[in-house]
């Protein structure tokens, strides 16, 4: 027996929900009735200009793209549109009750943590600076309590060691990899969600640009594991004679031991900076304004910059 097609309303906004749009919209058993985006703009927080938006997409689909999600006449139009479910990516503003209701089976969405771990703005950044061993994503209805609705679907990934870029990869292929087959079990088959426990629930923050400054008093781990939460955005720094030097590279070594924040060496193959229990090796490092160098080349052309025995900030 042929099943009946599932009308699809999409809300998304950058390059994430994208891919998640293109998963759907290639599925013969869905018909997506309309996407609902906000308007193109500058890009921020490490987001590209969104080149990759919905709005510049050459899809035959109608598009919304409000400024406000309070703009008139704006809830008429999109309830206008009949649809089984609301698929929600990345969206960026809170949806409104009207809009969380309207669809026969509510919204999905789909965050990645394990929910009720991480809810928030950032659960990729902060799993990995806790030093989690594992993550995952979660498929959930979504109400009005921040990423607080009844799970539909969870599914685990192992993080341990893996910078954001890593896990953030293996998490939206593991999304798009489940996401169809979500939608029809719950529109098909009356797959049931699940309530969270509110009490194990923990939070993950916003991420400030001010975290990505290298702490040489913390330790060979939590440097570690901040570096790599922070690979992307903010990126991470240590400031010297006033200029923000970003550091792209690293690695540890726990046998030399010194005094927290000085420096150990300047060598082609690395510069040292002691932290509490032993000592992080820069391999790679930019200066505001100049391209990415590496050990080598810092240490044949402006290994003069940073002395052994100085103490960075």
Partial sequence: ????????????????AFKHFQTIIND???NVKFVLTQPVSKSGRGLKNYEYSLQKSDINVPIISPHSLSDVGLEDKICSYEIDILVV????????????????????????SLLPLYRGASPIQRSIENGERESGITFMKLE?????????????IIIKDLDFFEVEEKLIKLSLENLNGVIKN?????????????????YAEKISKNEGEINWRGDLTSIQNRFNAFKKWPQNF??????????????TDP????????????????IGVYCNNGCILIKELQFPGKKIINARD???????????????S
């Fill in 144 to 156: 009005e309590k921040m990423d607080a609705g009844p799970i539909y679907l969870q599914k685990k």
């Fill in 28 to 30: 013969s058993d869905f």
């Fill in 186 to 202: 719950i529109v098909w088959d009356s797959l049931q969600a699940y309530e969270q426990n509110d009490s194990l629930a923990s």
């Fill in 255 to 270: 046998l030399n031991i010194g005094n927290s924040g000085f420096v150990s060496h300047v060598t082609q193959d690395s």
């Fill in 298 to 312: 810092f240490f044949n052309s402006k290994r003069d910059i940073i002395s052994v025995g100085e103490e960075l």
């Fill in 238 to 251: 240590f400031m010297l004679n006033g200029k923000k030097i970003k550091v792209l590279d690293i690695e």
């Fill in 89 to 112: 990516v990345a969206y960026g503003k809170i949806l409104p009750s009207w809009i969380l209701d309207f669809a026969k089976f509510g919204c999905l969405n789909v965050h990645f």
């Fill in 1 to 16: 027996m042929t099943k009946k097609q599932i009308n699809i309303g999409f809300a998304g906004t950058p390059e994430l």
